[in-house]
């Protein structure tokens, strides 16, 4: 599975669409920065990569204690 990207704007400026928490796909690079074009009018803007949340700990299970009858 490839890399998820999104938007390093909040905002289009040319049309004002929403870009926030949409994720796109790569349409090139700009030197070293993934590039993605907004949906509506085609500007491009550079891609932040989406970090996959980390799993929490395990949180330490005390140890039975086994009562004597």
């Known amino acids: 599975m490839g890399n998820e990207y999104k938007f390093a704007v909040a905002k289009c400026t040319r049309c004002g669409q929403s870009l926030s928490g ?3 796909e790569v349409i090139g690079m700009k030197g070293i920065l993934p590039m993605g074009r907004c949906p509506k009018c085609g500007t491009a803007y550079p891609l932040e990569e989406v970090k996959p949340p980390e799993p ?9 204690v086994k009562k004597e009858e």
């Open 22 to 24: 949409e994720h796109v």
């Open 56 to 64: 929490p700990e395990p949180e330490a299970q005390p140890a039975e």
